[in-house]
């Protein structure tokens, strides 16, 4: 077996004796994954990595709540006629393309690329992480199961706060009528009745020890 030292020289041999820009690219290339992670930029991993776990009915299915619901098609939603109608009322060529409507319609918008991982679909919608938080240093099942480790590895509890950074009369869809509040005044958005749109929980019970996991 090659020692790792061999190997390590072995790969980086070819660079040597070229321009030292080279050299560094190659530095910098791993250390980008890294940098991102001391520095709190915590990288995009996409759904297909959270649905690894979260498609088991014993879990609750989570993946099949978002595929139903209208965060996952909210890109697609983009392309239609009336989002077309819209968007050119307010300029906009193309809302699949343009900063004020993907950036609300899609995950990591803004995101550079070396934040992302290689499989992530930016056309998928509002997938999870854009309401949990970037997940690559907590997707692990070890530390999904301790909320405080989770918490630090970049989790996020949604709150209306979080919420209304997207649901708010910016929006040309925006109906300030749309809730019926406990005092029957009318509001555009309520937290309360929203996340129960779109629950999605653990069953009662869940033993997370009991099952296998992304690792």
């Known amino acids: 077996m090659v020692s790792k030292s ?13 321009s030292a820009m080279g050299f560094a690219l190659l530095v910098l290339a791993f250390l980008i994954p890294n940098w991102a992670t001391a520095n709190g930029q915590h990288a995009f991993v996409g759904y297909q990595k959270c649905r690894t776990c979260h ?18 098609k909210a890109y697609e939603t983009l392309g239609t006629e009336k989002a077309k109608k819209w968007g050119a009322e307010a300029g906009v ?13 899609s995950t990591a918008h803004g995101v550079p690329d070396e934040r992302v991982s290689r499989k992530f679909d930016r056309t ?63 509001a555009g958005f309520d ?14 019970g869940y033993d997370p020890s009991a099952t296998g996991g992304a690792d």
């Open 191 to 204: 937290f309360e009745q929203a996340v129960k749109k779109i629950a999605h929980p653990v069953p009662e």
């Open 93 to 105: 060529d193309n809302p699949q393309t343009d900063d004020r409507c993907i950036k609300c319609h």
């Open 6 to 18: 061999v190997s390590d020289r072995r790969l980086i041999r070819p660079f040597l004796g070229r």
């Open 124 to 186: 998928a919608g509002v997938q999870c992480e854009s309401c949990h938080g970037a997940g690559k240093d907590y997707k692990k099942k070890k530390i999904m199961m301790d909320r405080d480790k989770a918490l630090e590895k970049g989790l996020i509890i949604p709150t209306a706060e979080l919420c209304t950074g997207c649901h708010n009369d910016e929006s040309p869809a925006w109906d300030e009528k749309a809730y019926t509040l406990t005092d029957g005044s009318t």
């Open 55 to 72: 498609k088991k009915t014993e879990i609750g299915n989570q993946y099949g709540a978002w595929l139903e619901s209208r965060h996952a």
